[in-house]
Every structure is written in structure tokens, then in C-alpha cells.
């Protein structure tokens, strides 16, 4: 079974053709960090713009890299939840001119579920249920996974996500975008006890997060210091990157051992951070928890990922019509 995936949830423009859930065919991702490097994020107006001018370009690159006539295809999917209004809205209205013009079924699918899902393309291992953590720019949830088409959200953040607590604190930094790549570059030469910034835990058994205040304390400790050496700014970037991972990873870990499962999955792009794979890694190696992480290519957001989880949903026939909408907050 061939199922063209489309993914325009924010900054990337994505397509992808995958076979059987698993075998990936192609996988094309057009970035925008070239146009949003300037203001330091993404530019929403701007972002659904360039999807507008890419997606066709992209749909047809995947098509030629996996060999494959549109004629062949047997669904289209797309992500129409979570993310960025009007970016979704370019891929959904795109994928139903797909859909009705081929008479073929159209599937949305979860942005978030897939990233999680990606695990299960790469590995066979995988025995449900799990509790799964997704970590990005725009996103940072906890969830228990009964199996890859049944997702409980367990806790979510209350304001930054993750990824855009980074990418806000490395801006606060002049760093350059994306901020969570260059905080964990200069965090490599640092030294993360030298600063001891908060970690906000929300309590016990409490699975929700909050990075606003752990950003507002870098703002404050800036407001209050000098940086013009370099290494106050790499260890700066090591205490607060070491304070982000250890939330994650207590919140993660607390998670697995309070539902009482073998395993845990990590999905988004802050899953790419070294450091963080190292530390969990340790940490589920010490407790016998089993622990997938997505290889690099899958950690990003990606096509791949929504064809894949769109192959269960066809096989549960949950598709949909042309009057499928978006939904930018999360959907549970």
C-alpha cells in the first residue's frame, strides 16, 4: 500500500511516499530556517506563504524519488492538527485536491502521534503500551500509548514548549536560529554547575511542564550580569539546557514508573539534543527501562512519520471527507 504524506504544520514544507507503514520510499523536506533566521522564530504569515509556493515542488520531488505515478498512489495524508493555522490549512486544502481528483481516501492525521509513531517505523521491538514524550518548538507532551493508534495525553506544558524556551533564551543570547542547536553547541564547552538556574517541576505525579519561568530567569540573571566573556555564555547555555533535560527527564522517567510500563518513545525535534539522549539514556539503562529514540532524519518534522501512522488509520478505515478541517490546538 502506497500513501502519500503531507506535512505543513510550521516551518518545513514535507512530503513523502511510504509503503506499508514502514518502508519509506522518499521523504523530501523543504526547510524555511533561511527566511525566519532574521527574526529569531517563525514568522507565521511568512511560513504559510512559502508552503503555498513549495508544495507542489515537493509533492512531485517525493513522487520521483520513490518511483511512483500519482495513479498508484492508494491515500493521501495529511496533518491537519496541531500547529500553525494558516500553514495547516495549505497541506489540508492540498491533500483534498488530491483526494478528489484521484478518488482516493484522505486521512488526517495528528502531528504530534506521529512524531511518537516514528519510533515504531524503525524499530519492530516496540511492545505496547509505552508512554511517550514529545519535545519540539511547539510542542512538549507526555502520553500513554496503548497502541500506535490509541494516545492518552498524560500532561502538556502550560506555556514554551521546550524547543521555543530554547530558541528564546539563545536569542536573549544572540545566538544564532534555530536556538536549540547553537545553546547545545556552546553548552558542550561550558560547565552546568557553574549556574544553577530553577527547574519547575509541578509537583509529584504531576506530568503538566512550564519553561516560561525558567526562561524569565535567564532574562533576569542578563538584566543583572555581563556576558562579554565567552564562557559566561557557554556555561550560561549548559545550566540552562542541563535544567530544560532535567525536567524532561524527571517528568518522563516519573511517568514510565507510575504507569508501570517496560518502555519509553521520544519524538520532536529537541529529541535530536546529545546531551539529553545521553543523560535518559543513562538513566533508563540504571532502571531497565527500554528506551527508542527516532534516528535524526525522523526527529525533524517530517512526511514520513504522517504516511506511516496514516497506514493504521487506513486499515481502521478512519478517513475522512472534503470537509475535514484544522485544528491548531492540540487535539485529544
Known amino acids: 500500500m502506497l500513501i502519500l504524506g503531507i506535512e505543513t504544520s510550521c516551518d518545513e514544507t514535507a512530503a513523502s511516499v511510504v509503503e506499508d507503514g514502514k518502508r519509506i520510499r522518499s521523504n523530501v523536506i523543504s526547510t524555511q530556517i533561511d527566511i525566519h533566521k532574521k527574526f529569531g522564530g517563525v514568522v507565521p504569515e511568512l511560513a504559510s506563504r512559502a508552503h503555498v509556493e513549495l508544495i507542489s515542488h515537493v509533492i512531485w520531488e517525493a513522487l520521483g524519488k520513490a518511483d511512483c505515478r500519482l495513479s498508484e498512489l492508494d491515500a493521501v495524508a495529511v496533518t491537519n492538527s496541531p500547529g500553525l493555522a494558516n500553514a495547516l490549512l495549505v497541506g489540508t486544502e492540498t491533500a483534498k485536491a488530491l483526494s478528489f481528483s484521484l478518488s482516493i481516501p484522505l486521512i488526517a492525521v495528528n502531528h504530534i502521534y506521529a512524531h511518537l509513531y516514528a519510533n515504531f517505523m524503525e524499530q519492530s521491538s516496540i511492545v505496547c503500551p509505552v508512554v511517550g514524550l514529545v519535545i519540539s518548538g511547539g510542542h512538549t507532551a507526555i502520553f500513554y500509548v496503548e497502541d500506535c493508534n490509541d494516545y492518552v495525553l498524560l500532561g502538556q506544558t502550560y506555556d514554551d514548549a521546550a524547543g521555543e524556551a530554547l530558541d528564546k533564551v539563545a536569542k536573549m543570547l544572540n545566538l544564532d536560529y534555530p536556538g536549540g542547536p547553537e545553546i547545545s553547541k556552546m553548552a558542550e564547552k561550558g560547565d552546568s554547575k557553574a549556574m544553577n538556574f530553577p527547574r519547575a517541576f509541578l509537583g509529584k505525579d504531576?506530568?503538566?511542564?512550564?519553561?516560561?519561568?525558567?526562561?524569565?530567569?535567564?532574562?533576569?540573571?542578563?538584566?543583572?550580569?555581563?556576558?562579554?566573556?565567552?564562557?559566561?555564555?557557554?556555561?550560561?547555555?549548559?545550566?540552562?539546557?542541563?535544567?530544560?533535560?532535567?525536567?524532561?527527564?524527571?517528568?518522563?522517567?516519573?511517568?514510565?514508573?507510575?504507569?508501570?510500563?517496560?518502555?519509553?518513545?521520544?519524538?520532536?525535534?529537541?529529541?535530536?539534543?546529545?546531551?539529553?539522549?545521553?543523560?535518559?539514556?543513562?538513566?533508563?539503562?540504571?532502571k531497565a527501562i527500554n528506551l527508542f529514540f527516532p534516528s535524526l532524519k525522523l526527529c525533524t518534522d517530517n512526511a514520513a512519520m504522517i504516511a506511516g501512522l496514516a497506514y493504521h488509520r487506513y486499515k481502521e478505515g478512519k478517513f475522512e471527507d472534503l470537509s475535514l478541517d484544522i485544528h491548531p490546538q492540540l487535539q485529544v
Open 206 to 286: 504531576i506530568y503538566n511542564f512550564s519553561f516560561s519561568g525558567m526562561k524569565t530567569a535567564i532574562a533576569r540573571y542578563l538584566e543583572c550580569n555581563s556576558t562579554e566573556k565567552l564562557a559566561d555564555v557557554n556555561n550560561i547555555c549548559a545550566g540552562f539546557q542541563q535544567s530544560v533535560i532535567d525536567v524532561l527527564i524527571k517528568k518522563i522517567v516519573g511517568a514510565a514508573e507510575q504507569k508501570n510500563v517496560e518502555t519509553i518513545l521520544i519524538g520532536g525535534g529537541v529529541s535530536a539534543n546529545t546531551e539529553f539522549r545521553k543523560q535518559l539514556s543513562e538513566i533508563c539503562k540504571e
